[in-house]
Protein backbone atom coordinates (compact mmCIF):
# COMPACT_ATOMS: atom_id res chain seq x y z
CA UNK A 1 0.00 0.00 0.00
CA UNK A 2 2.74 1.90 0.73
CA UNK A 3 4.81 1.37 -2.38
CA UNK A 4 1.02 2.67 -4.28
CA UNK A 5 0.72 5.59 -2.30
CA UNK A 6 4.13 6.57 -3.03
CA UNK A 7 3.84 5.80 -6.72
CA UNK A 8 0.94 7.63 -6.68
CA UNK A 9 2.13 11.08 -5.40
CA UNK A 10 5.43 10.55 -7.72
CA UNK A 11 2.93 10.91 -10.63
CA UNK A 12 1.25 13.74 -9.20
CA UNK A 13 4.22 15.57 -8.78
CA UNK A 14 5.33 14.53 -12.48
CA UNK A 15 1.99 16.01 -13.88
CA UNK A 16 2.44 19.04 -11.99
CA UNK A 17 6.00 19.61 -13.09
CA UNK A 18 4.50 18.62 -16.89
CA UNK A 19 1.98 21.40 -15.87
CA UNK A 20 4.81 24.07 -14.76
CA UNK A 21 6.77 23.18 -18.16
CA UNK A 22 3.60 23.62 -20.63
CA UNK A 23 2.37 27.04 -18.96
CA UNK A 24 6.29 27.94 -19.58
CA UNK A 25 6.16 26.93 -23.14
CA UNK A 26 2.53 28.97 -23.55
CA UNK A 27 4.43 31.76 -22.34
CA UNK A 28 7.16 31.98 -23.86
CA UNK A 29 8.83 35.53 -24.68
CA UNK A 30 6.44 36.42 -26.54
CA UNK A 31 4.77 37.91 -23.18
CA UNK A 32 8.35 39.65 -22.33
CA UNK A 33 7.11 42.40 -25.22
CA UNK A 34 3.21 42.25 -24.63
CA UNK A 35 4.50 43.26 -21.32
CA UNK A 36 5.95 46.92 -22.69
CA UNK A 37 5.13 47.22 -26.20
CA UNK A 38 1.07 47.14 -26.40
CA UNK A 39 -0.71 50.14 -27.27
CA UNK A 40 -2.88 51.60 -24.41
CA UNK A 41 -5.98 53.00 -24.40
CA UNK A 42 -8.22 54.92 -22.39
CA UNK A 43 -10.97 52.40 -19.54
CA UNK A 44 -13.38 52.83 -17.66
CA UNK A 45 -13.83 56.68 -18.68
CA UNK A 46 -16.83 56.89 -17.00
CA UNK A 47 -15.56 56.28 -12.90
CA UNK A 48 -12.20 58.22 -13.65
CA UNK A 49 -15.33 61.28 -14.43
CA UNK A 50 -16.89 60.02 -11.28
CA UNK A 51 -14.57 59.84 -8.91
CA UNK A 52 -12.61 63.13 -10.01
CA UNK A 53 -15.96 64.89 -9.61
CA UNK A 54 -16.89 63.70 -6.21
CA UNK A 55 -12.98 64.66 -5.55
CA UNK A 56 -13.89 68.42 -6.26
CA UNK A 57 -17.74 68.79 -5.26
CA UNK A 58 -15.73 67.06 -1.45
CA UNK A 59 -12.67 69.40 -1.54
CA UNK A 60 -15.24 72.10 -1.73
CA UNK A 61 -17.54 70.71 0.91
CA UNK A 62 -14.97 70.06 3.25
CA UNK A 63 -13.12 73.65 3.15
CA UNK A 64 -16.75 75.43 4.14
CA UNK A 65 -17.56 72.74 6.67
CA UNK A 66 -14.15 73.66 8.04
CA UNK A 67 -14.25 77.24 7.89
CA UNK A 68 -17.40 77.98 8.87
CA UNK A 69 -16.39 77.62 13.24
CA UNK A 70 -12.34 78.40 11.95
CA UNK A 71 -11.77 80.95 14.31
CA UNK A 72 -14.98 82.77 14.36
CA UNK A 73 -18.44 80.43 15.53
CA UNK A 74 -20.98 79.84 12.92
CA UNK A 75 -19.06 82.15 10.13
CA UNK A 76 -21.73 81.03 6.73
CA UNK A 77 -24.71 81.22 9.58
CA UNK A 78 -25.20 77.52 9.33
CA UNK A 79 -26.77 77.46 12.71
CA UNK A 80 -30.35 78.67 11.94
CA UNK A 81 -30.65 75.17 9.81
CA UNK A 82 -29.62 73.12 13.00
CA UNK A 83 -32.15 74.98 15.52
CA UNK A 84 -34.82 73.03 16.66
CA UNK A 85 -38.43 73.22 17.05
CA UNK A 86 -38.16 75.63 20.09
CA UNK A 87 -35.97 78.18 18.25
CA UNK A 88 -33.21 77.61 20.52
CA UNK A 89 -29.65 76.61 19.62
CA UNK A 90 -27.85 73.40 19.97
CA UNK A 91 -24.63 73.82 22.83
CA UNK A 92 -21.50 74.78 21.26
CA UNK A 93 -18.67 72.37 20.68
CA UNK A 94 -15.94 74.45 20.25
CA UNK A 95 -14.08 75.94 16.74
CA UNK A 96 -12.45 73.77 14.41
CA UNK A 97 -9.13 74.19 15.65
CA UNK A 98 -10.01 72.85 18.85
CA UNK A 99 -10.12 69.49 16.99
CA UNK A 100 -7.66 70.09 14.08
CA UNK A 101 -5.01 69.59 16.00
CA UNK A 102 -6.32 65.65 17.13
CA UNK A 103 -6.25 64.88 13.86
CA UNK A 104 -3.30 65.74 12.91
CA UNK A 105 -1.54 63.72 15.53
CA UNK A 106 -3.32 60.74 13.77
CA UNK A 107 -1.92 62.14 10.27
CA UNK A 108 1.86 61.55 11.85
CA UNK A 109 1.45 58.99 14.21
CA UNK A 110 -0.33 56.59 11.00
CA UNK A 111 2.41 58.25 8.30
CA UNK A 112 5.08 57.16 11.09
CA UNK A 113 3.55 53.75 11.51
CA UNK A 114 3.24 53.09 7.98
CA UNK A 115 7.32 53.94 7.56
CA UNK A 116 7.96 52.35 10.31
CA UNK A 117 6.29 48.59 9.42
CA UNK A 118 7.95 49.24 6.04
CA UNK A 119 11.54 49.48 7.20
CA UNK A 120 11.00 47.20 9.75
CA UNK A 121 9.78 44.73 7.20
CA UNK A 122 13.42 44.74 5.54
CA UNK A 123 15.33 43.71 8.45
CA UNK A 124 12.37 41.33 10.35
CA UNK A 125 10.12 40.51 8.35
CA UNK A 126 9.08 37.02 9.99
CA UNK A 127 9.05 38.58 13.01
CA UNK A 128 7.02 41.49 12.38
CA UNK A 129 3.91 39.59 10.54
CA UNK A 130 3.76 37.08 13.87
CA UNK A 131 3.59 40.17 16.36
CA UNK A 132 1.15 41.48 14.15
CA UNK A 133 -1.15 38.39 13.70
CA UNK A 134 -0.71 37.54 17.65
CA UNK A 135 -1.27 40.87 18.86
CA UNK A 136 -4.39 42.37 16.96
CA UNK A 137 -6.55 40.02 18.99
CA UNK A 138 -4.70 41.33 22.42
CA UNK A 139 -5.13 45.17 20.84
CA UNK A 140 -8.81 44.58 20.31
CA UNK A 141 -9.90 43.41 23.63
CA UNK A 142 -7.90 46.05 25.40
CA UNK A 143 -9.41 49.01 23.41
CA UNK A 144 -12.98 47.14 24.04
CA UNK A 145 -11.78 47.54 27.89
CA UNK A 146 -11.29 51.06 27.70
CA UNK A 147 -14.31 51.65 25.69
CA UNK A 148 -16.55 50.02 28.44
CA UNK A 149 -14.19 51.88 31.33
CA UNK A 150 -15.25 55.58 29.37
CA UNK A 151 -18.74 54.00 29.19
CA UNK A 152 -18.85 54.20 25.38
CA UNK A 153 -20.80 50.98 25.27
CA UNK A 154 -21.19 50.75 21.50
CA UNK A 155 -17.71 50.65 20.33
CA UNK A 156 -16.75 48.52 23.47
CA UNK A 157 -19.23 45.68 21.83
CA UNK A 158 -18.36 46.34 18.75
CA UNK A 159 -14.44 46.09 19.89
CA UNK A 160 -15.12 42.93 21.67
CA UNK A 161 -16.62 41.24 18.55
CA UNK A 162 -13.76 42.01 16.79
CA UNK A 163 -11.23 40.59 18.88
CA UNK A 164 -13.36 37.50 18.85
CA UNK A 165 -13.67 37.54 15.38
CA UNK A 166 -9.86 37.86 15.54
CA UNK A 167 -9.05 35.15 17.75
CA UNK A 168 -11.72 33.01 15.66
CA UNK A 169 -10.10 33.55 12.11
CA UNK A 170 -6.35 33.26 13.47
CA UNK A 171 -7.44 29.66 14.67
CA UNK A 172 -9.21 29.00 11.27
CA UNK A 173 -6.16 29.01 9.50
CA UNK A 174 -3.32 28.43 11.92
CA UNK A 175 -2.14 25.66 9.44
CA UNK A 176 -1.59 28.23 6.68
CA UNK A 177 0.46 31.15 8.40
CA UNK A 178 3.46 28.74 8.02
CA UNK A 179 3.58 28.82 3.63
CA UNK A 180 1.83 32.57 3.73
CA UNK A 181 4.82 33.62 6.17
CA UNK A 182 7.19 32.12 3.03
CA UNK A 183 5.61 34.32 0.24
CA UNK A 184 5.36 37.48 2.31
CA UNK A 185 9.32 36.74 3.23
CA UNK A 186 9.87 36.62 -0.83
CA UNK A 187 7.74 39.42 -1.50
CA UNK A 188 9.28 41.38 1.09
CA UNK A 189 12.80 40.01 -0.38
CA UNK A 190 11.71 41.70 -4.10
CA UNK A 191 10.24 44.76 -2.41
CA UNK A 192 13.34 45.61 -1.08
CA UNK A 193 15.38 44.85 -4.18
CA UNK A 194 13.61 47.83 -5.54
CA UNK A 195 14.35 50.83 -3.85
CA UNK A 196 12.81 53.15 -6.19
CA UNK A 197 9.28 51.05 -5.41
CA UNK A 198 9.65 52.11 -1.73
CA UNK A 199 9.95 55.72 -2.61
CA UNK A 200 6.71 55.88 -4.63
CA UNK A 201 5.02 54.22 -1.39
CA UNK A 202 6.44 57.11 0.71
CA UNK A 203 5.68 59.48 -2.34
CA UNK A 204 2.07 58.56 -2.08
CA UNK A 205 1.90 58.64 1.65
CA UNK A 206 2.64 62.17 1.71
CA UNK A 207 0.20 62.74 -1.21
CA UNK A 208 -2.91 61.09 0.61
CA UNK A 209 -1.06 63.50 4.18
CA UNK A 210 -1.96 66.17 2.30
CA UNK A 211 -5.05 65.31 1.50
CA UNK A 212 -6.13 64.19 4.80
CA UNK A 213 -4.95 67.75 5.73
CA UNK A 214 -7.94 69.03 4.11
CA UNK A 215 -10.19 66.33 4.78
CA UNK A 216 -9.79 66.47 8.54
CA UNK A 217 -10.30 70.22 8.66
CA UNK A 218 -13.47 69.49 7.17
CA UNK A 219 -13.93 66.73 9.75
CA UNK A 220 -13.07 68.95 12.64
CA UNK A 221 -15.79 71.30 11.51
CA UNK A 222 -18.33 68.55 11.52
CA UNK A 223 -17.82 67.54 15.21
CA UNK A 224 -17.25 71.31 16.40
CA UNK A 225 -20.40 71.87 14.68
CA UNK A 226 -24.13 72.67 16.37
CA UNK A 227 -25.62 69.62 14.54
CA UNK A 228 -27.35 67.56 16.72
CA UNK A 229 -25.35 64.33 17.45
CA UNK A 230 -27.05 61.71 14.78
CA UNK A 231 -26.73 64.60 11.86
CA UNK A 232 -22.64 65.07 13.22
CA UNK A 233 -22.32 61.32 12.88
CA UNK A 234 -23.94 61.16 9.62
CA UNK A 235 -22.01 63.67 7.81
CA UNK A 236 -18.99 62.07 9.52
CA UNK A 237 -19.83 58.35 7.96
CA UNK A 238 -20.52 59.82 4.15
CA UNK A 239 -16.96 61.79 4.68
CA UNK A 240 -15.41 58.19 5.98
CA UNK A 241 -16.60 56.62 3.10
CA UNK A 242 -15.25 59.29 0.41
CA UNK A 243 -11.71 58.77 2.24
CA UNK A 244 -11.75 55.36 2.04
CA UNK A 245 -12.71 55.59 -1.75
CA UNK A 246 -10.16 58.07 -2.08
CA UNK A 247 -7.52 55.67 -0.20
CA UNK A 248 -8.15 52.90 -2.02
CA UNK A 249 -7.73 54.60 -5.21
CA UNK A 250 -4.06 55.85 -4.37
CA UNK A 251 -3.32 52.17 -2.65
CA UNK A 252 -4.44 50.52 -5.71
CA UNK A 253 -2.83 53.29 -7.97
CA UNK A 254 0.81 51.81 -5.84
CA UNK A 255 -0.35 48.42 -6.70
CA UNK A 256 -0.39 48.90 -10.50
CA UNK A 257 2.81 50.76 -10.19
CA UNK A 258 4.72 48.39 -7.97
CA UNK A 259 3.03 45.38 -9.93
CA UNK A 260 4.21 46.54 -13.42
CA UNK A 261 7.70 47.24 -11.91
CA UNK A 262 7.41 43.84 -10.81
CA UNK A 263 6.48 42.17 -13.77
CA UNK A 264 9.34 43.48 -15.81
CA UNK A 265 11.93 42.79 -12.87
CA UNK A 266 10.65 38.97 -13.29
CA UNK A 267 10.41 39.02 -16.73
CA UNK A 268 13.84 40.07 -17.64
CA UNK A 269 15.74 38.41 -15.01
CA UNK A 270 16.83 41.79 -12.72
CA UNK A 271 16.51 45.29 -12.55
CA UNK A 272 19.91 45.93 -14.36
CA UNK A 273 19.02 43.52 -17.41
CA UNK A 274 20.50 45.03 -20.56
CA UNK A 275 16.80 44.10 -22.00
CA UNK A 276 14.91 46.39 -19.48
CA UNK A 277 13.23 49.14 -20.95
CA UNK A 278 14.03 52.33 -20.13
CA UNK A 279 13.07 54.74 -16.92
CA UNK A 280 10.13 51.54 -16.56
CA UNK A 281 9.02 53.57 -13.20
CA UNK A 282 8.27 56.48 -14.70
CA UNK A 283 5.89 54.75 -17.72
CA UNK A 284 4.23 52.78 -15.27
CA UNK A 285 3.85 56.00 -13.25
CA UNK A 286 2.35 57.91 -16.12
CA UNK A 287 -0.32 54.68 -17.12
CA UNK A 288 -1.62 54.67 -13.73
CA UNK A 289 -2.36 57.82 -13.60
CA UNK A 290 -3.93 58.04 -16.85
CA UNK A 291 -5.10 55.49 -19.18
CA UNK A 292 -5.73 52.75 -16.33
CA UNK A 293 -6.68 55.35 -13.73
CA UNK A 294 -10.51 55.04 -14.58
CA UNK A 295 -9.72 51.03 -14.14
CA UNK A 296 -8.24 51.77 -10.81
CA UNK A 297 -11.16 54.08 -9.57
CA UNK A 298 -13.79 51.63 -10.58
CA UNK A 299 -12.17 48.38 -8.88
CA UNK A 300 -10.97 50.44 -5.80
CA UNK A 301 -15.20 50.57 -5.14
CA UNK A 302 -16.03 47.07 -4.58
CA UNK A 303 -12.65 44.74 -4.51
CA UNK A 304 -11.74 45.64 -0.49
CA UNK A 305 -14.83 44.50 0.59
CA UNK A 306 -15.48 41.58 -1.40
CA UNK A 307 -11.86 40.21 -0.53
CA UNK A 308 -12.70 40.53 3.41
CA UNK A 309 -16.11 39.21 3.19
CA UNK A 310 -14.07 36.23 1.31
CA UNK A 311 -12.06 35.71 3.74
CA UNK A 312 -14.11 35.02 6.23
CA UNK A 313 -16.71 33.04 4.80
CA UNK A 314 -13.41 30.45 3.88
CA UNK A 315 -12.21 30.74 7.32
CA UNK A 316 -16.04 29.45 8.52
CA UNK A 317 -16.59 26.98 5.70
CA UNK A 318 -13.26 25.44 6.87
CA UNK A 319 -14.07 24.78 10.62
CA UNK A 320 -18.22 23.90 9.96
CA UNK A 321 -17.28 19.97 10.01
CA UNK A 322 -20.44 17.92 9.37
CA UNK A 323 -23.35 20.26 10.18
CA UNK A 324 -25.20 20.11 6.37
CA UNK A 325 -27.55 22.70 7.22
CA UNK A 326 -24.89 25.20 8.12
CA UNK A 327 -22.69 24.09 5.53
CA UNK A 328 -25.33 24.18 2.72
CA UNK A 329 -26.13 28.07 3.59
CA UNK A 330 -22.23 29.19 3.86
CA UNK A 331 -21.86 27.17 0.64
CA UNK A 332 -24.41 28.91 -1.03
CA UNK A 333 -22.65 32.57 0.29
CA UNK A 334 -18.65 31.04 -0.83
CA UNK A 335 -20.00 30.41 -4.63
CA UNK A 336 -21.56 33.81 -4.31
CA UNK A 337 -19.10 35.19 -3.33
CA UNK A 338 -16.74 33.07 -5.65
CA UNK A 339 -18.69 34.55 -8.71
CA UNK A 340 -18.06 37.99 -7.82
CA UNK A 341 -14.68 37.93 -7.26
CA UNK A 342 -14.16 36.95 -10.50
CA UNK A 343 -14.87 40.36 -12.01
CA UNK A 344 -13.52 42.26 -8.60
CA UNK A 345 -9.69 40.74 -7.39
CA UNK A 346 -7.07 42.21 -6.73
CA UNK A 347 -4.63 39.89 -9.35
CA UNK A 348 -6.99 42.46 -12.23
CA UNK A 349 -4.70 45.48 -10.82
CA UNK A 350 -1.90 43.08 -12.04
CA UNK A 351 -2.90 42.77 -15.58
CA UNK A 352 -3.98 46.28 -15.71
CA UNK A 353 -0.23 47.49 -14.89
CA UNK A 354 0.85 44.75 -17.82
CA UNK A 355 -1.44 44.69 -20.54
CA UNK A 356 -3.24 48.11 -19.92
CA UNK A 357 -6.78 46.13 -19.98
CA UNK A 358 -9.96 47.15 -18.59
CA UNK A 359 -10.40 46.45 -14.98
CA UNK A 360 -13.24 43.72 -15.59
CA UNK A 361 -11.68 42.21 -18.38
CA UNK A 362 -8.11 41.60 -15.96
CA UNK A 363 -9.86 40.35 -13.41
CA UNK A 364 -11.83 37.45 -15.22
CA UNK A 365 -8.38 36.94 -17.50
CA UNK A 366 -6.68 36.83 -14.01
CA UNK A 367 -9.26 34.37 -12.15
CA UNK A 368 -9.54 32.11 -15.45
CA UNK A 369 -5.30 32.46 -15.53
CA UNK A 370 -5.65 30.66 -12.54
CA UNK A 371 -8.54 28.55 -12.61
CA UNK A 372 -6.57 26.69 -15.71
CA UNK A 373 -3.42 26.51 -14.04
CA UNK A 374 -4.43 25.50 -11.26
CA UNK A 375 -2.79 28.36 -9.43
CA UNK A 376 -6.02 29.22 -7.48
CA UNK A 377 -5.32 26.25 -5.35
CA UNK A 378 -2.28 28.37 -4.06
CA UNK A 379 -4.27 31.60 -3.99
CA UNK A 380 -6.82 30.25 -2.20
CA UNK A 381 -4.45 28.90 0.56
CA UNK A 382 -2.70 31.99 0.90
CA UNK A 383 -3.67 34.19 3.61
CA UNK A 384 -1.07 37.48 2.78
CA UNK A 385 -3.60 39.83 2.36
CA UNK A 386 -5.35 38.87 5.72
CA UNK A 387 -2.05 38.82 7.57
CA UNK A 388 -1.05 42.60 5.99
CA UNK A 389 -4.82 43.67 6.50
CA UNK A 390 -4.21 42.97 10.05
CA UNK A 391 -0.90 44.95 10.11
CA UNK A 392 -3.16 47.60 8.76
CA UNK A 393 -5.87 46.95 10.88
CA UNK A 394 -3.14 47.79 13.91
CA UNK A 395 -1.73 50.27 12.54
CA UNK A 396 -5.20 52.11 12.36
CA UNK A 397 -6.33 51.15 16.14
CA UNK A 398 -2.86 52.43 17.48
CA UNK A 399 -3.85 55.75 15.24
CA UNK A 400 -7.22 56.33 16.30
CA UNK A 401 -6.29 55.39 20.46
CA UNK A 402 -3.86 58.08 20.36
CA UNK A 403 -6.25 60.94 19.01
CA UNK A 404 -8.76 59.31 21.04
CA UNK A 405 -6.95 59.44 24.20
CA UNK A 406 -5.89 63.04 23.66
CA UNK A 407 -10.00 64.42 22.86
CA UNK A 408 -11.06 62.18 26.51
CA UNK A 409 -8.40 64.51 27.98
CA UNK A 410 -10.14 67.47 26.99
CA UNK A 411 -13.69 66.15 26.80
CA UNK A 412 -15.39 62.94 27.76
CA UNK A 413 -18.29 62.86 25.90
CA UNK A 414 -19.25 61.65 22.28
CA UNK A 415 -16.55 63.58 20.60
CA UNK A 416 -13.72 60.93 21.78
CA UNK A 417 -15.90 58.22 19.40
CA UNK A 418 -16.09 60.66 16.60
CA UNK A 419 -12.79 61.74 16.55
CA UNK A 420 -11.02 58.19 17.67
CA UNK A 421 -13.23 56.72 14.95
CA UNK A 422 -12.13 58.64 12.08
CA UNK A 423 -8.61 58.63 12.86
CA UNK A 424 -8.50 55.06 12.94
CA UNK A 425 -9.26 54.93 9.61
CA UNK A 426 -7.08 57.60 8.51
CA UNK A 427 -4.25 55.51 10.62
CA UNK A 428 -5.52 52.82 8.11
CA UNK A 429 -5.20 54.15 4.88
CA UNK A 430 -1.56 55.70 5.91
CA UNK A 431 -0.81 52.09 6.60
CA UNK A 432 -2.45 50.63 4.21
CA UNK A 433 -0.20 52.93 1.81
CA UNK A 434 3.02 51.37 2.98
CA UNK A 435 1.85 47.41 3.14
CA UNK A 436 0.17 47.76 -0.60
CA UNK A 437 3.67 47.65 -2.04
CA UNK A 438 4.09 43.70 -0.72
CA UNK A 439 0.79 43.05 -1.30
CA UNK A 440 1.64 43.77 -4.93
CA UNK A 441 5.00 41.59 -5.04
CA UNK A 442 2.49 38.70 -3.70
CA UNK A 443 -0.37 39.55 -6.63
CA UNK A 444 2.72 39.72 -9.13
CA UNK A 445 4.68 36.61 -8.09
CA UNK A 446 1.10 34.88 -8.54
CA UNK A 447 0.54 36.12 -11.64
CA UNK A 448 4.02 35.33 -12.84
CA UNK A 449 4.23 31.82 -11.42
CA UNK A 450 0.47 31.25 -13.46
CA UNK A 451 1.63 32.39 -16.99
CA UNK A 452 5.02 31.15 -17.15
CA UNK A 453 6.62 29.46 -13.47
CA UNK A 454 10.08 29.51 -15.00
CA UNK A 455 9.96 33.31 -14.35
CA UNK A 456 10.27 32.26 -10.24
CA UNK A 457 12.50 29.69 -10.61
CA UNK A 458 15.18 31.98 -12.49
CA UNK A 459 14.62 34.38 -9.72
CA UNK A 460 15.05 31.96 -6.97
CA UNK A 461 15.06 28.55 -7.96
CA UNK A 462 14.47 26.86 -4.21
CA UNK A 463 11.65 29.41 -3.64
CA UNK A 464 10.15 28.00 -6.97
CA UNK A 465 10.32 24.16 -5.56
CA UNK A 466 8.44 25.61 -2.44
CA UNK A 467 5.48 26.83 -4.29
CA UNK A 468 5.49 23.65 -6.83
CA UNK A 469 5.28 20.98 -4.12
CA UNK A 470 2.64 22.84 -1.79
CA UNK A 471 0.78 23.59 -5.34
CA UNK A 472 1.02 19.57 -5.95
CA UNK A 473 -0.08 19.17 -2.24
CA UNK A 474 -3.28 21.69 -2.62
CA UNK A 475 -4.54 19.74 -5.60
CA UNK A 476 -3.92 16.48 -3.62
CA UNK A 477 -5.94 17.85 -1.23
CA UNK A 478 -8.76 19.12 -3.19
CA UNK A 479 -8.95 15.57 -5.31
CA UNK A 480 -9.13 13.95 -1.60
CA UNK A 481 -11.94 16.14 -0.94
CA UNK A 482 -13.73 15.61 -3.60
CA UNK A 483 -13.10 12.10 -3.77
CA UNK A 484 -15.00 12.26 -0.32
CA UNK A 485 -17.77 14.33 -1.56
CA UNK A 486 -18.54 11.81 -4.42
CA UNK A 487 -18.19 8.61 -2.21
CA UNK A 488 -20.76 10.35 0.57
CA UNK A 489 -23.14 10.85 -2.29
CA UNK A 490 -22.89 7.61 -3.60
CA UNK A 491 -23.45 6.22 -0.39
CA UNK A 492 -27.00 8.43 0.48
CA UNK A 493 -27.82 7.45 -2.94
CA UNK A 494 -27.14 3.58 -2.11
CA UNK A 495 -29.43 4.21 1.19
CA UNK A 496 -32.33 6.16 -0.20
CA UNK A 497 -32.77 2.99 -3.00
CA UNK A 498 -32.93 0.13 -0.41
CA UNK A 499 -35.38 2.34 1.51
CA UNK A 500 -38.98 0.52 0.73
CA UNK A 501 -41.68 2.85 -0.54
Not at 242 to 257: D, E, K, M, R
Not at 266 to 275: D, N, V
Request: charged share 15%.
Amino acid sequence: MNDSHSSSSDSASMAANDQNVGRSRRSGSGDQTLATDIPRHWHDIFWLGVFLFHLMGLALALAVLGLNRFKKSDRFNFDRYTSNTTGTVEISHGLTEDYWPMYGLGGGVGTLLGWAWLLLLGWQANHMMKFSVHILTTYLAVVSVLCFWSEQIFWGVTFAIGAALQFLYVISVIDRLPFTMLVLRKAVKMVWSLPEVMRVSYAFMLVMLLWMGLWSFGAAGVVASNIDLSGRWWLLVVLSLSLFWTGAVLCNTVHVIVSGMVFLVLIHGGREAASMPPNPLMKSLRYSVTKSFGSICYGSLFTAAIRTLRWEIRGLRSKIGKNECLLCCVDFLFHLVETLVRFFNKYAYVQIAVHGKSFNRSARDAWELFQSTGVEALVAYDCSGAVLLMVTILGGLITGTCSGVWTHIKWNDDRVSMVGSTAMLMGMVLVGLAMVAVESAVTSIYICYAEDPLLIHRWDAEFFNQLSEALHQRLQHRSARAREVLTHNRFNVGIQGTVPV
